[in-house]
């Protein structure tokens, strides 16, 4: 493997996990008052984009790690959209325990 796959594929690995720990804390917290509604819009629509572009060009690696993060950043921006009756009814239901 050439040195741009291996940049790729750390960048693929690193950008999906990095919405998977802010996800887990509204659902645990079920608190989303500090998170940028605008930010994550911009953010869900930048991986739309991206994940098109990938199905475009037929690269899965692009099509894959930005639909993931686009369902991350999507459940996110949709917690943060939510009335707290629906957060709550959402993370019960995904973690009882919270």
Excluded: H
């Excluded at 645990?28 to 500090?34: A, C, G, N, V, Y």
């Amino acid at each position: 493997m050439d040195i741009a796959v291996w940049l790729g594929s750390l960048a693929a690995i690193a950008s999906t996990i990095s919405f998977a720990p802010q996800a887990w804390k509204v659902i645990r917290s079920r608190r989303t008052k500090d998170i940028s509604a605008v930010m994550y819009g911009f953010t869900v629509t930048g991986f739309a984009l991206w994940s098109a572009y990938g199905i475009a060009l037929m690269q899965w690696p692009i099509i894959v790690c930005n639909t993931i993060c686009l369902l991350l950043a999507g459940f996110i921006l949709f917690m943060k959209l939510s009335p707290q009756r629906v957060k709550d009814e959402v993370a019960d239901t995904i973690d009882p325990a919270a």
